[in-house]
């Protein structure tokens, strides 16, 4: 395929909508978890375990719905995703009184996050090659259902309860996946046939390119979502700011990665996603290291922070270019594994800054271990040979 298939703009509209819609649903309790600390009287580590645990489950389900998207196409695969989610969101509504129940249902919430990995093979099957690092990076933006969860939740939970968040993104939910269903079609491109559910998984024995790709997005994308998810305990708690203004904050935080996402994958098709990896991890670890020392000053951890997010944004739009340009025939399933380890790096360090706020007082270790990350991913990138590889692919094609 040499050109875009007709039909590929709507395509991308919808699936970017459905996306963004799971997103929201997905990071709720990140901007509200200030509020239920006080309702439930949570520990920091307890508050961290519930803003971490949908991650934990989108994060694992990304796997199986990327295979399964792969094997069935990802209308039927996203439209039942969807109603899985809404199932949850509704059950949040009516039970958010008890930290276990919300762990629980906290949990089941996650499948929303895993909506990733339906998107990705179904997009990139749209586009060309050359095209696939923008149109995947246009996809990408869905993320921006964390910026609206920010901007959004604590104002509607202030106003009219906490129940209230959780049936507007319910009734959001609803009308975003009948309108999917009726309007989305499969790409013209074929799936691949394997011979079984987890053939397309046996690349993970052969190529050390896919383990790459798992960190690097574990770096780009978890480090996205971890920092959006505890930059309002972190405002508050350091700052004193309100729940509201903290949570505005983190979702400007979220709204400069999603921008640069598009921009990300737009770079790598014209000048390699290697490049734009490098400058990512480069950022990310001076960035990182800048906020251990400064953190506690509110004007340099604004500008840190923003840069941060770019460079994450750039960084995970440049990911999901070498996916589909190394593995063009097993997308789904390693989008599913790839974007499993981007969700397992929002998961964990949310429990590492509470811990290491409750051993030393501060978060400066936290972010020196962020940019210990990015060394190693540095490492990685370059010892992998990712130009040349990428490069290759570019001038032959999908095989």
Known sequence: MTSEEPGAGRALALATVAFTACFYAWSLLGPLGPDLQDRLGLSDLQLSAAVAVPVLLGSLARVPMGMLTDRYGARLVFGALMAWTLVSLI???????????????????????????????????????????????????????????????????????????????????????????????????????????????????????????????????GGFVAMFLYLPKLLTGVYDLSKADAGARAAGFALLAVLARPVGGTLSDRVGADRVLRWSFVA???????????????????????????????????????????????????????????????????????????????????????????????????GIGAGRVAGATRRRGPA
């Open 91 to 221: 059950a949040l509504a009516i039970w958010h009184d008890s930290f276990p129940v919300v762990i629980v249902l906290g949990f089941l919430l996650g499948f929303g996050g895993a909506s990733f990995a339906v998107g990705v093979p179904f997009v990139s099957r749209w586009y060309p090659p050359e095209r696939q690092g923008f149109a995947l990076g246009i996809y990408g933006m869905g993320t921006g259902g964390t910026v609206l969860a920010g901007l959004t939740a604590p104002a509607i939970a202030d106003a009219w309860g906490m129940a209230a968040p959780f049936l507007v993104a319910a009734g959001l939910l609803a009308v975003v996946a009948a309108w999917f269903v009726a309007s989305a079609r499969n790409p013209p491109t074929p799936r691949p046939h394997a011979a079984s559910a987890l053939a397309p998984l046996a690349v993970f024995r052969t190529s050390g390119r896919a383990w790459a790709l798992t960190l690097f997005y574990f770096l780009m994308f």
């Open 284 to 382: 990310t670890a001076v960035l990182a290291v800048a906020l251990a020392a400064t953190y506690e000053h509110i004007a340099p951890l604004t500008v840190l922070c923003l840069s941060l997010a770019v460079a994450f944004g750039l960084g995970a739009g440049a990911v999901f270019k070498l996916v589909a340009a190394w593995f063009p025939q097993e997308v789904g399933a390693v989008t599913g594994v790839v974007g499993a380890a981007g969700g397992l790096g929002g998961f964990f360090p949310p429990l590492v800054m509470a811990a290491v706020k409750s051993a030393t007082g501060g978060y400066g270790l936290g972010f020196l271990l962020l940019a210990a990350v990015a060394g190693v991913c540095l490492a990685v990138l370059a």
